[in-house]
């Protein structure tokens, strides 16, 4: 999508081409007037997006406004400030354990993720292609394990994971987000790997190529843009991920940032609302420019995941 | 001689093309393919599962191992006021928020998929939501429901419609509506994005064939969009009754439970229970207890497409 706007602005006519074949769903739109669209599309698209958007922006003025004018609504207009100040973010960075604590959710949101799509790869294409006795099976017990939620699991695994002697370390997150992780990417990968024409690995096979290298030599290339699509996925999950990062860490270094900022920011300072925008904003800003470059992946792999 | 020699050679040749062909072998392949996966969700996720169900039926505490009670955590929960509550909570949180994603959501995909300028830029935006950790954009939802400086109280009594403060998360029913909106705004992305991704592959020559044929908006939609949308609108709507069953992020943050238990979801309630109570065997029959409104959801859309594709007739696939 990003694309065809880009080549709308440098080449007009291929762009109207682009532009007929990508967006096929106006229907018999040209014929409503632009009154009639301004009432039943923009107007309740425009209220959606301010809702939609609203927290983000109330998040980010705060993380920028004087605490006095925090606290003070009547004097001046509270949905603005002329006098931004860094001081929240400043202390944040500088004063708190807050590098340490993003330091900790992209060590275990990049090891996990790694250790995930290893894991999926080699499932998915065992399950697509090696086609052995029960891979549909093993499918649907991998679909299944996407339906069951941590907070279900995550008593007995406080317990697992103190049996390991994995508590309050990075490697019980580590160990335990694949669970998550696993059954989401695998199903991505499959849909990927199957629509990889079986006869590049027939005449590779017939060339004499072993599977690993197979895997690794056509498969994998071609499915560059899914295993970005499971990366960015899995990576956002980690990030997000909440309820197994309260239960297995302990120790105020050892957090990760959403943890953190619930237990470590809340009591103490009476003019806590700054700060904890700013941890809140500080700790969103990876994921969002993330984002930013690859939305399309994102969306592929969201909805990839959904479709069947 | 010659004899050991050529049985010598024989062997060595058996040998080698066993294991080439059990280097071939498609089950024996898959099985080592499949190894690092299924060791993940076995260890993690199948053992632990067992094991919860096995817990909830002692009574295990942190730092002990509890001995076989059988099924006394239960009926401890039957006669338990606050467990109820907590049942009640999570249906009313699951039913309205699964719903009013589903309109809203639906809504908002219907409109994305008109033709507009900047279409790309207005769909990436919608789904940031989507991709703020919950936990952090609670934190500006916890700010936005502040008893005292509420943006929201402030708007309302500015515009003169109401006089006093709005008290967001310190009343029963408040914080009920409160939790259930941040909920709402933050599933809708997934919803409506989703949705739109299943709008985008209906062929716009149904609907040209539709208009011909004299048929409105609604009915276009009724009777050409809805149907087809069908089996996507069953999955997504799958996933988000099961995330919003099992949500645990948005209450923690937002109320823990309070007031006076008054937005405990099961979730909440066994990990209050379970780790901070030190009762895991009690935590544990309370996140059992959610698994059959886990299948009875599960099972309710798997038959329902069933029954779709059989009307459809397509008894393949």
Same mark, same amino acid.
């Given at each position: 999508?990003?694309?065809?706007?880009?080549?709308?602005?440098?080449?007009?006519?291929?762009?109207?081409?682009?532009?007929?074949?990508?967006?096929?769903?106006?229907?018999?739109?040209?014929?409503?007037?632009?009154?009639?669209?301004?009432?039943t599309?923009?107007?309740?698209?425009?209220?959606?997006?301010?809702?939609?958007?609203?927290?983000?922006?109330?998040?980010a003025?705060?993380?920028?406004?004087?605490?006095?004018?925090?606290?003070?609504?009547?004097?001046?207009?509270p949905?603005?400030?002329?006098?931004?100040?860094?001081?929240?973010?400043?202390?944040?960075?500088?004063?708190?354990?807050?590098?340490?604590?993003?330091?900790n959710?992209?060590?275990?949101?990049?090891?996990a993720?790694?250790?995930?799509?290893?894991?999926?790869?080699?499932?998915?294409?065992?399950?697509?292609?090696?086609?052995?006795?029960?891979?549909?099976y093993?499918?649907i017990?991998?679909?299944?394990?996407?339906?069951?939620?941590?907070?279900?699991?995550?008593?007995?695994?406080s317990?697992?994971?103190?049996?390991?002697?994995?508590?309050?370390?990075?490697?019980?997150?580590?160990?335990?987000?694949p669970?998550?992780?696993?059954p989401f990417?695998?199903?991505?990968?499959?849909?990927?790997?199957?629509?990889?024409?079986?006869?590049?690995?027939?005449?590779?096979?017939?060339?004499?190529?072993?599977?690993?290298?197979?895997?690794?030599?056509i498969?994998?290339?071609?499915?560059?843009?899914?295993?970005?699509?499971?990366?960015?996925?899995?990576?956002?999950?980690?990030?997000?991920?909440?309820?197994?990062?309260?239960?297995?860490?302990?120790?105020?270094?050892?957090?990760?940032?959403?943890?953190?900022?619930?237990?470590?920011?809340?009591?103490?300072?009476?003019?806590?609302?700054?700060?904890?925008?700013?941890?809140?904003?500080?700790?969103?800003?990876?994921?969002?420019?993330?984002?930013?470059?690859?939305?399309?992946?994102?969306?592929?792999?969201?909805?990839?995941?959904?479709?069947? | 001689?010659?004899?050991?020699?050529?049985?010598?050679?024989?062997?060595?040749?058996?040998?080698?093309?066993?294991?080439?062909?059990?280097?071939?072998?498609?089950?024996w392949?898959g099985?080592?393919?499949?190894?690092?996966?299924? /060791? @993940?969700?076995?260890? !993690?996720?199948?053992?632990?599962?067992?094991?919860?169900?096995?817990?909830?039926?002692?009574?295990a505490k942190?730092?002990?191992?509890?001995? !076989?009670?059988?099924?006394?955590?239960?009926?401890?929960?039957?006669?338990?006021?606050? @467990?109820?509550?907590?049942?009640?909570?999570?249906?009313?949180?699951? *039913?309205?928020?699964?719903?009013?994603?589903?309109?809203?959501?639906?809504?908002?995909?219907l409109?994305?998929?008109?033709?507009?300028?900047?279409? /790309?830029?207005?769909?990436?935006? *919608?789904? +940031?939501?989507?991709?703020?950790p919950?936990?952090?954009?609670?934190? =500006?939802?916890?700010?936005?429901?502040?008893?005292?400086?509420?943006?929201?109280?402030?708007?309302?009594r500015?515009?003169?419609?109401?006089?006093?403060?709005?008290?967001?998360?310190?009343?029963?029913?408040?914080?009920?509506?409160?939790?259930?909106?941040?909920? +709402?705004?933050?599933?809708?992305?997934?919803? /409506?994005?989703?949705?739109?991704?299943?709008?985008?592959?209906?062929?716009?020559?149904?609907?040209?064939?539709?208009?011909?044929?004299? /048929?409105?908006?609604?009915?276009? !939609?009724?009777?050409?969009?809805?149907?087809?949308?069908?089996?996507?609108?069953?999955?997504?709507?799958? @996933?988000?009754?099961? @995330?919003?069953?099992?949500?645990?992020?948005?209450?923690? *943050?937002? &109320?823990?439970?309070?007031?006076?238990?008054?937005?405990?979801?099961? =979730? &909440?309630?066994?990990?209050?229970?379970?780790?901070?109570?030190g009762?895991?065997?009690?935590?544990?029959?309370?996140? &059992?207890?959610?698994?059959?409104?886990?299948?009875?959801?599960?099972?309710?859309?798997?038959?329902?497409?069933?029954?779709?594709?059989?009307?459809?007739?397509?008894?393949?696939?």
């Amino acid at each position: 999508m990003t694309e065809t706007f880009a080549s709308k602005l440098v080449r007009p006519g291929r762009a109207l081409k682009a532009e007929a074949l990508a967006d096929h769903s106006e229907g018999m739109a040209y014929l409503q007037t632009l009154p009639r669209r301004l009432v039943t599309l923009y107007l309740p698209l425009g209220l959606i997006l301010i809702v939609l958007l609203f927290p983000f922006y109330w998040m980010a003025l705060t993380a920028i406004k004087p605490d006095d004018q925090l606290l003070d609504m009547d004097r001046v207009s509270p949905f603005w400030t002329w006098t931004p100040t860094f001081k929240h973010i400043y202390k944040l960075l500088f004063e708190t354990q807050y590098p340490l604590w993003l330091w900790n959710t992209m060590f275990i949101a990049v090891a996990a993720t790694f250790l995930s799509i290893v894991a999926s790869v080699l499932a998915a294409y065992a399950i697509v292609r090696i086609r052995f006795k029960g891979a549909p099976y093993a499918g649907i017990l991998i679909f299944l394990a996407y339906l069951v939620p941590p907070s279900i699991l995550f008593i007995p695994l406080s317990s697992v994971v103190f049996q390991y002697g994995l508590f309050d370390t990075p490697f019980a997150l580590i160990l335990t987000y694949p669970t998550i992780l696993i059954p989401f990417s695998t199903w991505l990968l499959m849909g990927y790997f199957k629509t990889i024409p079986f006869e590049l690995e027939e005449c590779a096979l017939i060339d004499g190529a072993s599977r690993w290298q197979i895997l690794l030599k056509i498969v994998l290339p071609l499915a560059v843009p899914g295993l970005i699509s499971a990366f960015i996925f899995c990576f956002t999950l980690c990030w997000n991920e909440f309820i197994y990062a309260l239960t297995f860490l302990s120790s105020t270094p050892n957090k990760t940032v959403p943890v953190a900022i619930v237990n470590e920011f809340v009591d103490g300072d009476i003019y806590r609302w700054g700060s904890l925008m700013a941890g809140a904003l500080v700790g969103s800003l990876p994921l969002v420019i993330l984002y930013a470059f690859f939305v399309e992946h994102y969306v592929a792999a969201m909805t990839g995941a959904v479709k069947e | 001689m010659a004899n050991i020699a050529l049985s010598q050679v024989q062997s060595t040749a058996a040998r080698a093309s066993a294991w080439t062909r059990l280097k071939s072998n498609r089950n024996w392949l898959g099985l080592w393919f499949m190894l690092p996966a299924a /060791a @993940f969700l076995i260890l !993690f996720l199948a053992y632990p599962l067992g094991l919860g169900v096995w817990l909830s039926f002692t009574d295990a505490k942190i730092g002990r191992s509890g001995i !076989f009670v059988g099924l006394e955590n239960y009926e401890w929960l039957w006669d338990d006021n606050v @467990f109820w509550l907590s049942v009640f909570n999570t249906l009313l949180y699951t *039913v309205v928020a699964s719903v009013v994603k589903f309109g809203i959501g639906l809504y908002l995909a219907l409109l994305l998929n008109e033709r507009m300028p900047f279409k /790309a830029i207005i769909r990436a935006v *919608v789904l +940031i939501p989507f991709i703020v950790p919950t936990v952090l954009s609670a934190i =500006a939802f916890w700010w936005i429901y502040d008893a005292q400086f509420s943006i929201v109280s402030w708007t309302l009594r500015h515009l003169g419609l109401i006089d006093g403060n709005i008290n967001f998360l310190g009343d029963t029913w408040n914080a009920r509506w409160s939790t259930i909106f941040a909920n +709402i705004w933050r599933g809708i992305p997934f919803v /409506a994005i989703t949705l739109l991704a299943g709008l985008q592959t209906v062929s716009p020559s149904l609907y040209e064939a539709a208009t011909i044929d004299g /048929a409105n908006r609604w009915q276009i !939609f009724r009777h050409v969009t809805f149907p087809l949308l069908t089996p996507i609108i069953a999955v997504v709507m799958t @996933f988000s009754v099961l @995330f919003t069953f099992t949500d645990f992020q948005l209450i923690w *943050v937002l &109320t823990r439970g309070g007031p006076v238990n008054a937005t405990h979801l099961m =979730a &909440t309630l066994s990990y209050q229970r379970a780790i901070i109570g030190g009762q895991l065997g009690e935590g544990a029959a309370i996140s &059992t207890a959610m698994i059959p409104f886990l299948l009875a959801a599960i099972l309710l859309s798997w038959f329902g497409l069933q029954r779709r594709k059989w009307q459809q007739g397509e008894t393949n696939d």
